[in-house]
């Protein structure tokens, strides 16, 4: 693994100076894009349920947000750094413009394992994050959601500390509330859905059956309702892996002729861990965990963490695979995509896959804003719409310009903020 030099910043500014040569793009539209334009870091002082003081570690980065407020989400993980999070506020940006939302980019973290924490814990977490920050979020500045190991009742308890604080009612100020509480029906299953809407687009436009196989790594939010659409849709998911929190390593459970989602569901936590007793009970292989990505599939589906299909993963691939969809943000490194690019397996880059969270997240505003809120069919047609034609544009712009996909979907998102950043005089 190369988890020791890689940085999810540098890949990210990395990707972006590409780009920005190919575009041409001005030295100052450069310097105000290859970086965030706010950074906010501070501790978080909480008392623990045995009467001591803990002190966590929090974080807002808004990389840019000249075409809207910025949009992402809040992610609680132990090992959480600054330049985690600001390499994904930055590829926030970039997904929010690639799907054409009026909407710019950031994300927050909190170096925290939820594991370890009650829920009285990670309430005054939640409150004291936004305590921390609640001067710089907003309607209509910066809109938080949620994200790994974050939740609606985190997103709930976030609300209600920005309410009491500014003394008032601002459904808008974070998305990913509970349906009833402000929340869009359909934001679970968005993320996943939409995955899925654009391999649909994916397999039409290469001529592959929709009975074709995947191999998926997550089994979480985005994983399990990837899964449920692409088994709706005739596909065959013959293996997950996941983390087992208690041998604290990651396992890949198979079943060759299909796994049922239900089932696996019914022996997971709310973590997206699978109880490996239970599923060898069940009939599943337990495999290592990097034996998702050799499975001899039609389409690999990583939708758990980035890095993951890396310098020496990459060579595990089956030749058998044509399509990978990134439904984790950053799961490949620059190294491995030049591999899958002489191999010209098709890839639908992550900001372009997974937008479909942020998409429902910007429904879920128009609706608490309004407060007018649509049934499910009609929030899952208006994200069908909005990702298959965030789709088509890339694609189009990918067979014109003879672009790799990732390439394609940067070089749209990129100039329309670029345009944005011109057109408000900043560069
Ligand atoms: P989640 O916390 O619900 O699930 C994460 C899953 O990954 C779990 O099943 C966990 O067991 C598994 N996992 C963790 N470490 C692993 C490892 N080493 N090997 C194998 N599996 C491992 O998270 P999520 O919301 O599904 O997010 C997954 C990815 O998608 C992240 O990269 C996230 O940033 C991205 N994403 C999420 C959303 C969203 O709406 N939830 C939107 C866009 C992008």
């Not at 809040?74 to 929010?96: S, Y």
């Not at 013959?238 to 079943?255: G, L, V």
């Not at 299909?258 to 009970?281: H, M, P, T, V, W």
Request: aromatic letters at 8%; proline letters at 4%.
């Amino acid at each position: 693994m190369e988890t020791s030099v890689y940085n999810p910043y540098h890949v990210a500014q990395s990707q972006f100076d590409k780009i920005a040569a190919s575009l041409e793009l001005d030295e100052g539209i450069c310097q105000i894009l290859r970086q965030p334009m706010r950074e906010y870091q501070f501790t978080i002082p909480i008392r623990m349920d045995n009467g001591a003081v803990k002190v966590f570690n929090g974080f807002r980065v808004q990389h840019n947000d000249a075409r809207g407020p910025a949009k992402g989400g809040i992610r609680f993980h132990p090992m959480e750094t600054l330049d985690t999070v600001r390499a994904l506020a930055m590829w926030m940006t970039w997904k929010c413009s690639v799907v054409n939302i009026p909407l710019g980019g950031g994300k927050g973290g909190i170096i925290c394992d939820p594991h370890h924490l009650s829920l009285r814990e990670q309430e005054q977490i939640c409150r004291g994050w936004v305590r921390q920050i609640a001067k710089n979020i907003g309607p209509v500045c910066d809109v938080p959601a949620p994200d790994v190991m974050t939740n609606g009742q985190h997103m709930l308890w976030m609300l209600d500390e920005y309410e009491t604080i500014h003394g008032g009612r601002y459904p808008g100020v974070i998305t990913g509330k509970p349906v009833g509480m402000g929340g869009s029906l359909g934001r679970t299953e968005a993320t996943g859905y939409g995955v899925i809407y654009v391999l649909r687009e994916a397999l039409k436009e290469l001529g592959i059956s929709h009975t074709s196989t995947a191999s998926i790594q997550g089994f979480g939010n985005v994983a399990r309702y990837a899964a449920e659409l692409f088994i709706q849709m005739g596909g065959t998911v013959i293996s997950i892996a996941c983390w087992d929190q208690a041998d604290k390593t990651a396992y890949t459970y198979r079943k060759k002729e299909g796994i049922n989602l239900d089932q696996l569901c019914s022996i997971s936590d709310r973590f997206g861990g699978i109880d490996k007793n239970r599923a060898r009970d069940l009939g599943y292989e337990v495999l290592a965990g990097g034996a998702w990505i050799e499975q001899d599939v039609d389409i690999l589906l990583p939708a758990a963490l980035e890095n993951q299909i890396n310098r020496e993963t990459v060579k595990n691939i089956s030749k058998t695979v044509k399509i990978i969809a990134e439904g984790a943000n950053g799961p490949t490194t620059p190294e491995a995509d030049e591999v899958l690019k002489q191999r010209k397996i098709f890839v639908i880059p992550d900001f372009l896959a997974n937008a479909g969270g942020v998409t429902c997240s910007y429904f879920e505003q128009v609706q608490s804003n309004t407060n007018y809120f649509w049934e499910k069919e009609e929030v899952f047609s208006k994200l069908d719409t909005k990702m298959t034609s965030a789709f088509a544009s890339v694609y189009d712009l990918a067979c014109q310009k003879k672009l790799y996909m990732r390439d394609a979907a940067y070089t749209i998102a990129i100039n329309r903020v670029a345009q944005a950043v011109r057109q408000r005089g900043w560069a």
